[in-house]
Each structure stands twice: as structure tokens, then as C-alpha cells.
């Protein structure tokens, strides 16, 4: 099923779309880590399932659309691909698309990628944009396009306002649904839904929430996110610093808190980055399944 029907549904009965990101094991002698985590990640009733594509952009090596395509025939429940396009030819992103056309894939997130300084990349395609455009070239109606945003700009945006510009940009190309990049304050999610709207950006979008459970994860979620951490957020930090099992309940009440009020406050979607790890996800989706 096309993600944007799955949105149009939920809407009309009044509901969030509840959906959970994972990401190919980093060795293939691994792989069966992944189903097993799907597996038990069945119970939360995922309208969809993201799988992300590693950064590399290397095609042929790439287990993204084999394990989307599994997800979707063992499981039953809808997958989206993440593609990214920094580091691939037009060659390379026709043949992934040809493979996920014939593996039965229908919805496609369309990235740029990370750009790693120092790193040798191919820069045959600039932005998510010209990534779009191709894909709804080559598959036309088949494959539906997502797009990625982010409440408090992209890291390399000049102003939040500049961000919203160009990401009417990708909305042109096709992107009929948004999904964010991770945050832990609602309030700049909720600035940015109406900066967006305000703008013209019409589409659904949905939260990107990822569950901090380990004071390890904080350093390279920020860096790499640049998400600002409102006081209560910076408090649990402090005070379960060096209290691991605390810390680990204090980051799921966090993720329940964040998703009940969103969702109390009409979003349209939940997405969990999940980290492969379906406790914290069920324990999150636990604390709101009154909701969906
Ligand atoms: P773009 O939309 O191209 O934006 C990048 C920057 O360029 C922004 O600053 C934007 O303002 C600017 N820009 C955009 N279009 C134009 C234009 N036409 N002209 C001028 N400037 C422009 N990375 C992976 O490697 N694999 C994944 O699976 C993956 N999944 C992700 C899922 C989500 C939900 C999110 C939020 C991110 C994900 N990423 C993934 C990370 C993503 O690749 C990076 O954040 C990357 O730096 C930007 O990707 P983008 O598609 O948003 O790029």
C-alpha cells in the first residue's frame, strides 16, 4: 500500500500513522538479527516499516531492498526504502530502483546522504530533489516518494526559514509525506509544523522520535543531529548520569511523554527510530497504544 493512503486512512478515522525505522545489520553474517528484531517488533502493529540505506551508497552490496522487500512478504506490513543519492551515478539509482520496482517495494524515501568531509563522492546528483525527480521518471506511479525534514533545520542551513524553502523543493519533486529528523522539544517541532504550513508545505508529517536509554548515545545523537535538548531533557541527563537502569526508564518515560503530547496535540504521524532494538521501541509504543 502507497504511505499516503496509509495517512489519508488514519485521518479520517482520527488516528496517528505509528511507524518504526530499523537498519540493515552492519555484517550480512548478521542479517537474521534483523528479522528477529522485526519479529518481535509485530506486536506494536507498525503501519509501516523504514529501512535505511547505509550511507556509502554502494549498490551492490546494499541489503536495503532485500530486507524491505522480506519485511513485506513474511510479515505483511508495509515497508518503505530509504535511498540515498550523494555518493551514487544516475546508473546506480536506476538499477535500485528497477530492483525495488521488481521486489514489490511501493514506497521509497528519496535522501542525499550524509556528506562526509574528506570523503570521495560521486555529486552526480547535488539534493534529495534531483533524487525525487528521478525516481518518479523511472517509476512513475509505482513507487510513492517520502522526503526527510527537520524541525530545527537541516545542519548545514543557513536559517530554519532557508531549510523550509528548500524543502519545498523536494515537495515539487514528489515527496507527498515528511518524516523528521529526530528531537526531544515538541515546541520546535510544533514552531516548525506551522512555519511549514505557513509556507505552503500542505503534506503530512510525521515525528521522528528516538528513545535515549544510554548516556553514551547522547554525545553522537546530538552531533549528528544537532537537536537541542530542552531543561527536562538536560535534568535526566544530569541526574541518571551514572545510574544506567534510572537512566533507561527516565529515556522511555521521556519518549512516552513526547509522544502523548504530540499526539494529544493532533500529529499526523509517529515514526520510532528504533536502533534495532524492539524492548525500548515496545516499551515506547506501550506507554501510547491507548492513543493509536
Ligand atoms: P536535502 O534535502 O538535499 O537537504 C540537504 C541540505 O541542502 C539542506 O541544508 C537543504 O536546506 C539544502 N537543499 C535541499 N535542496 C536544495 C536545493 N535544491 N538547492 C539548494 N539547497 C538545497 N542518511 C542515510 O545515509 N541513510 C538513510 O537511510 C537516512 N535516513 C534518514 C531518514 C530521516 C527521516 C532523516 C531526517 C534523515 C535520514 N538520513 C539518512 C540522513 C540524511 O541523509 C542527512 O540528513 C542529509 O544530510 C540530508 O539529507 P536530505 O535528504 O534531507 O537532503
Known sequence: MK????????????????????????????MNSIYDAVDKLQVTKPDFISVTYGAGGNIADNSTCDIAANIKKQYGIETLA???????????????IERFKETGIEN????????????????????????AIQVQRKANDDLEILGACYPEGHIESESLDADIQNLKYKIGAGARVLITQLFFDNAKFYEFIAKARAFGIRVPVSAGIMPVVKASQIEK???????????????????????????YEAGIDYAVKQCRDLINNGVEGIHIYTMNDPKVAIR?????????
Open 82 to 96: 530509504h535511498l540515498t543519492c550523494i555518493n551514487s551515478t544516475r546508473e546506480d539509482v536506476s538499477v535500485m
Open 108 to 131: 521509497v524515501m528519496a535522501l542525499r546522504g550524509d556528506i562526509v568531509p574528506g570523503e570521495d563522492i560521486k555529486r552526480e546528483f547535488e539534493h534529495a530533489n534531483e533524487l
Open 284 to 292: 515506547v509504543w506501550e506507554g501510547i497504544k491507548d492513543l493509536l
Open 3 to 30: 504511505i499516503p493512503e496509509i495517512f489519508e486512512e488514519k485521518k479520517k478515522a482520527g488516528k496517528p500513522v505509528f511507524s518504526l525505522e530499523v537498519f540493515p545489520p552492519k555484517r550480512k553474517s548478521n
Open 221 to 247: 545523537t546530538v552531533e549528528l543531529s544537532g537537536a537541542s535538548q530542552p531543561a527536562e531533557f538536560a535534568e535526566m541527563i544530569a541526574r541518571y548520569a551514572n545510574d544506567p537502569e534510572g537512566f
